[in-house]
């Protein structure tokens, strides 16, 4: 028993010492922060009266502007100070905030966290001689004129990056305004699947402001071209091509960074070439292993005799001809049409390794004599053709079973 109660008179006189020494600290901290408050109203006794904050402080009086490009420039005066030691009775803040409404309701008035009696006026600012000039690359040209696209090309050695940024399009013909545009960009002849972009709007200038970035080496980009091909997406998810931009980087790099302008490359464009053109419809089937060529017509062609013209279609892997196929001889004229339809037997594996090769003929009349030579075409990959001819090749491996026409200028054979 004695034991116990010497426990309990420990125990209580331990809590007893615990609760005296919180109710110590309790009484040092109030006394402290009271300390503390004494010295913030005396600062506050000498600062000005600025309540609480809201915005920034902005004159908003038309009346004081002279001119549309010149803004006023006005200077509040010196703030009066307030002494917040002295409580105020009621009747003195009713009377302060009936004041401040009706200052608000002044024309003068201003939107903001400080409270000043009147404004002085010290000049304008002419808002003119710090307007930035608008850039003259990115204005799109008056309308009537050709499709345009507007890009940006740029390299980064460092990362070895090629950023390409896409801005708008100026000029899209009237069918295509209420359509949505959207744009196919490869790097040839490594990138065959293409990145599309979407533009953010309709009309004659869609916006795009997209941005992509292709990892290659420095060593492959005077090797590689830049495409971009604008479709025109209308009813039930039907495709239009409007034209495309074959931009080579060899040598295009100069002024990295710098807006570009280039004209789409369409197909309603009538204008012949000097050995005349070629029409070229192109299929691959994958699954068959087969491809289909259609040679539709011919415009504006040099004739050289009235005997006639073919076209002869062979299909090459490296430098051996595997087979040839020449349709039957048109009626001699400048636009013929052939509508030769053909097909060869090609590998998946031999798409970049193989190239036909269209020959436009004109029958000799002496049999043992070879055919006059009109002009030649190539389409192929990368080792056999360029631009066009090798957008085309890119686009029927890219969607295969689907057919992809498009015009070519002849070239004399080499």
């Known amino acids: 028993m004695a034991d116990q109660a010497l426990l309990v008179a420990v125990g209580l006189s331990v809590g007893l010492l615990l609760l005296l020494g919180l109710m110590v600290y309790y009484l040092w901290r109030r006394k402290k922060k009271k300390k503390g408050r004494s010295q913030y109203e005396e600062l506050l006794s000498i600062a000005p009266s600025v309540p609480a904050c809201t915005a920034p402080v902005i004159l908003v009086s038309k009346e004081s502007w002279t001119r549309l490009s010149e803004i006023p420039f006005t200077l509040p005066?010196?703030?009066?100070?307030?002494?917040?030691?002295?409580?105020?009775?009621?009747?003195?803040?009713?009377?302060?905030?009936?004041?401040?409404?009706?200052k608000a309701q002044r024309p003068l008035a201003h939107r903001g966290s400080l409270s000043v009696r009147m404004w002085y006026p010290v000049g304008t600012v002419l808002a003119g001689l710090y307007s930035s000039p608008p850039?003259?690359?990115?204005?799109?040209?008056?309308?009537?004129?050709?499709?345009?696209?507007?890009?940006?090309?740029?390299?980064?050695?460092?990362?070895?990056?090629?950023?390409?940024s896409l801005l708008r399009l100026a000029n899209l013909p009237p069918r295509f305004h209420g359509n949505v545009t959207l744009v196919e960009i490869r790097l040839l002849p490594d990138d065959r699947r293409p990145r599309q972009a979407k533009a953010r709007g309709t009309?004659?200038?869609?916006?795009?402001?997209?941005?992509?970035?292709?990892?290659?080496?420095?060593?492959y980009v005077p090797q590689s071209t830049l495409s971009v091909c604008v479709l025109s997406v209308g009813q039930y998810g039907k495709r239009h091509a409007v034209g495309r931009v074959?931009?080579?980087?060899?040598?295009?790099?100069?002024?990295?960074?710098?807006?570009?302008?280039?004209?789409?490359?369409?197909?309603?464009?009538?204008?012949?070439?000097e050995l005349g053109d070629v029409q070229i419809s192109l299929s691959?089937?994958?699954?068959?292993?087969?491809?289909?060529?259609?040679?539709?017509?011919?415009?504006?062609?040099?004739?050289?005799?009235?005997?006639?013209?073919?076209?002869?279609?062979?299909?090459?892997?490296?430098?051996?001809?595997?087979?040839?196929?020449?349709?039957c001889v048109a009626n001699s004229e400048n636009d013929p049409c052939f509508d030769h339809r053909t097909t060869f037997k090609l590998r998946s594996q031999h798409l970049d390794e193989a190239c036909l090769r269209f020959e436009l003929q004109q029958p000799n009349p002496v049999r043992s004599e070879p055919p006059a030579l009109l002009g030649v075409l190539v389409l192929g990959p990368f080792m056999y053709a360029k631009g066009p001819q090798l957008q085309h090749w890119m686009d029927m491996v890219n969607t295969p079973q689907e057919p992809v026409q498009l015009w070519h200028r002849l070239r004399r054979a080499t």
Not at 290 to 301: D, E, K, N, Q
Not at 308 to 321: A, D, E, K, W
């Open 77 to 102: 005066p010196r703030f009066t100070s307030q002494n917040h030691a002295d409580p105020k009775n009621e009747e003195e803040k009713e009377d302060e905030e009936e004041e401040m409404k009706m």
């Open 135 to 164: 850039l003259n690359e990115v204005v799109a040209p008056p309308p009537g004129m050709a499709t345009r696209l507007c890009f940006s090309v740029e390299y980064r050695h460092s990362s070895e990056r090629l950023m390409v």
């Open 203 to 219: 009309g004659p200038d869609p916006e795009f402001n997209d941005c992509f970035v292709f990892q290659v080496s420095g060593v």
């Open 246 to 273: 074959l931009f080579p980087l060899e040598g295009e790099l100069a002024g990295a960074g710098r807006v570009l302008w280039r004209d789409l490359e369409t197909e309603d464009d009538t204008q012949c070439s």
């Open 284 to 327: 691959y089937s994958p699954s068959l292993q087969r491809l289909s060529v259609v040679v539709p017509r011919a415009r504006g062609l040099q004739l050289l005799t009235d005997a006639g013209v073919c076209v002869q279609v062979s299909l090459q892997i490296h430098t051996q001809v595997v087979k040839m196929k020449r349709s």
